[in-house]
């Protein structure tokens, strides 16, 4: 088999900053930066300097970025960055490319979380799957025909945006419904019912019916054999699993229920595998045909 080139993937959130080197299918070295918070555009840049500087090497053929963000993927362009207010409108590609000089390519972190599942995780046998990340908000990656989906404004599977009862899916669907609906985090609940906590367990049973009903909206849309969930609020799967099927299977459609395959990512660093595969995607393409 052909090597496969040395990538870096750099996973850009509001608070971190998380950067690896990716060689073939493997991790071989990351690094951690703190973003600060309320940085200008310069002083985040510089975190992502920090992270990249080290593990860059002449060896090094690209660098892929997942951001908390829409993206113009020509253009190399991030707007709005999620819990980084200064980022309005930044040519993260072209300050990258003017630095570095490699061929430099962006996506939104659940883009990137799709097609890392694609490459290096519980994907890889399937040909159209969700990627369905749960944390802080709710949002999907879509690969269909083995290629990632973005839409025209690189704004596909921003499901949790639809409306849904007096709010929207992501109101009920993610992390905010804990805090929203009662005051208290997914983490500490999940702590909670760790330790058989009545209540706790019934908010994440609550929680598993709305995360059905935004999985039944999908499935209208998309009908994919396979999701994948992903982010913080996953971990919390066995706690809300059944809840979650009983919406499922109220589906109009009863075939659509009984071919879906919902799984959790096995994978800790699908966020910066994902980002490096941006990078390795054509060259994986060409090894795989």
Known sequence: MKKQQKVIGVDLGGTKVLAGTVDSDQLIETRLQLVPKGGSVDMVMDALYR?????FGEDTSGIGIGVPSVVDVEKGIVYDVQNIPSWESVPLGDLLKSRYGVPVHINNDANC???????????????????????????????IDNKLYNGHN???GEFGMIPYLQHNYEYYSSGQFFQNEYGISAKETTMKANKGDTVSLDILA???????????????????????????????HPYFQRSMWE??????????PENLSILCSNQPDIAVLGAAALCLQTSLESIET
């Not at 995780?121 to 879509?142: C, M, N, P, R």
């Not at 609550?206 to 609020?233: M, T």
């Not at 919406?247 to 659509?256: G, L």
């Open 113 to 143: 979380f799709a097609l890392g599942e694609r490459y290096f995780g519980q994907g890889k046998k399937f040909s159209d799957f969700i990627g369905l990340i749960i944390g802080t908000g709710i949002a999907a990656g879509i690969v």
């Open 51 to 55: 992270v990249i500087d080290p593990i």
């Open 247 to 256: 919406q499922i299977r109220k589906i109009a459609y009863r075939s659509i």
């Open 206 to 236: 609550e929680f598993g019916r709305h995360l059905g009903n935004a999985i039944v909206a999908i499935l209208y849309a998309l009908d994919p054999p396979l999701i994948i969930l992903g982010g913080s609020v996953s971990q919390a």
């Open 154 to 156: 690189c704004g596909a």
